[in-house]
């Protein structure tokens, strides 16, 4: 059985994994990450989502071998001595969830989209979090939070 190490949430791990193991079951059931859900496991919802080496993944889709050596950062470990990151804070402030089994995903999407367009026109978020799909809120709160989590993050990196 391959051994691997990955950093999760800032803690290294080593695992031996069967080679078909999903990377949303390692963090789930071995090392008890179930912030982040498993909404349909075919990479359809979007709901699994975390970072992967800095860049959005659907967990459901990419192997726990194929992360080996890399750093994974899921809903967890977002957040920084109890305070939520911008874009947690600015779902909640636009009550842009309402079972929130999308939001973990919903939310990492979000930062991933910034990365290259860190100022959002309401189509491009649209656009970019086409892979992850809400079955509560219509979407419209949603935009309206990463809007605001995008204005947020913009001030908090000019913020000297
Ligand atoms: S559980 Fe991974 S995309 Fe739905
Ligand atoms: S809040 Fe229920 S699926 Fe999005």
Redesign the pocket.
Known sequence: MPRISVTVDGISYEEDVEPRLLL?HLLRERLGKTGT?????????????VMLDGKSV????VLAVQADGCEIVTIEGLGSGGSMHPMQRAFHEEHALQCGYCTP?MVMAAIDLLRDDPDPSEDAIRQGLE???CRCTGYCNIVRAVRRGAQEMGQAVSTP
Do not use: E, Q
């Open positions: 949303v859900p498993v909404g349909c496991d075919t990479s359809n919802c979007g709901a699994c989502t659907k967990s459901c889709s995903g892979g992850n799909l």
